[in-house]
Structure formats: C-alpha cells, structure tokens
C-alpha cells in the first residue's frame, strides 16, 4: 500500500506548472476516495481514502494540517488490513511543509516517521517494528516537498495555459530520499465527480524514476477544469496489477 500512496502523491504532484496565487486552500475540506483494485479481471473496491485539512495555532505560527487517511473496508481486513495516516503541517498560503508525519500498520507491518524540514534541509526520525528509533538529516531541493502537502499544492496550478503534450520534471520526499517525477498535460475529458457530478476535468499522465509505476501514460489523474481542480479520479498501473481512485463525496470546498 506504501507504493499505492506514493503512485497518489506522484499523480498529484502538479505544483508548479504555473501558479495561480488568487487561489487558496481553506480549513474544513473533506475529500472521500473509494479505492478499487482489478482482482480477476473486475475492479473490487477495497479501501477508502479520506482527505481532510484544518486550521492549527501554535505559540510561534499558524499552519494547515493536512491529512490523508487510507483504511481498507472491515470485511477485507481479514485478507489484509490496512490503516494508514499521513499528516503535513504547512504555510497557510504558500502550502510550505514544516513538519511531515506518517504513521502506517499494513498487514501487520508498522512504520512512523517524523520530517522536520528547515534551510533545505529534513531531519527524519523512523521507527520501524520493533527496531530501534533512528535519526539522519539530509538536503534537499528548494522545491522538494513532502508526500502530503504536494496532495494540496495542484490547487495553485493555471492548467488553463497548458499545450496537450507539455512535460514539467519535480521531485518529491518520500522514504527519506528524493523521487524525480515527470509530468505530462493530456487535454480535457468528462468523468464522474462523486456528489459533484460529471465534470470536466483536466487529465494529466505521469512517470516516475521508481519501479512503483508501470507502463507509459497508464497512470493518470483527471482534475475538475475549474478553480477547485478536485481530483475526480486516479488510475493507477503497479508491476502487481491496476487499480483506481474514484472520488465519492467533496464538501467544504
């Protein structure tokens, strides 16, 4: 499932195409995904991704706290369950993370992690199982970003401007290394929107320097072609199989 978030993060990373800063990220959004896997030959969901953001005041600084929850449905978590919690601290405007934290349980494996990141640089701290806690600081790019708040950054994103074709190349934070992605704007097509309907969305393609994806312009994400850009649906191609990402309900947006 780790490589299934990465694969959302990845089809998500769209920041910086062109910014469009009138546009903000506000507190009380909740975005539900249904998540669904090709098991012999019919897609079954399984899981259920949830997106919420609110607003958090600390004695130094007010921030976003961005999370992502993925959860599989009770009755599959006998064949393998999964509760997993992504979170991202971050400037309210410029959606800059400061704090990054994950908390995973898949199957029985677990896993926490905690990103500070500060002067280009992020302090991490994992503790995996029953292993010891461990520290490491490393550099990263200016416009690295952690797995969470790139979820968000799409919304400052002018697809309008765009050429069918157009290629951008990002890097995102995830395992404690960076993961160069490319980018590629597809044009327009109409898909379902959960409660919000058909919509016509922006489709974009995406690859990776990584063996989490698979097959080219086989992982894609259609966004709503409005000021909101929702993520209406993901697709998704692993080395083990296909899946997607369906959206289900948005409100407070």
Not at 4 to 13: A, D, E, G, M, Q
Not at 66 to 90: M, P
Not at 108 to 136: A, D, H, L, Q, W
Not at 164 to 186: N, R
Request: charged residues 25%.
């Amino acid at each position: 499932m780790k490589k299934i978030f990465f694969i959302i993060c990845s089809l998500l990373l769209l920041c910086s195409f062109s910014a469009e800063k009138s546009v903000n990220i506000k507190a009380g959004e909740k975005l539900v995904f249904a998540g669904s896997y090709n098991m012999s030959g019919l897609m079954t969901q399984l899981a259920q991704v949830t997106m919420t953001t609110e607003n958090v005041a600390t004695a130094k600084n007010n921030y976003l706290h961005l999370s992502c929850e993925l959860s599989t449905f009770s009755k599959w978590d006998s064949f393998f369950k999964i509760r997993d919690i992504y979170e991202s601290y971050v400037h309210p405007t410029t959606l800059k993370p400061s704090l990054y934290k994950r908390s995973i349980d898949e199957g029985g494996y677990t896993k926490k992690e905690k990103y500070i990141f500060k002067n280009n640089k992020v302090t991490s701290t994992v503790k995996k199982r029953k292993y010891p806690e461990s520290t490491k600081t490393f550099n990263i790019k200016p416009t690295s970003i952690d797995a969470v708040s790139i979820l968000y950054q799409l919304r400052l994103v002018d697809f309008s401007k765009m050429q069918a074709g157009q290629t951008k190349s990002y890097t995102i934070v995830f395992d404690e290394k960076e993961i160069p992605v490319t980018l590629k704007y597809m044009g327009k097509e109409t898909v379902k929107a959960g409660n919000l309907g058909n919509k016509e969305c922006y489709k974009i393609s995406i690859g990776a320097k990584t063996d989490a994806l698979k097959g080219k312009d086989k992982n894609l994400i259609w966004l709503t072609a409005d000021a909101k850009k929702v993520p209406a649906l993901m697709k998704f191609s692993i080395p083990v199989g296909t899946g997607q990402l369906a959206l289900t309900s948005a409100t407070g947006i």
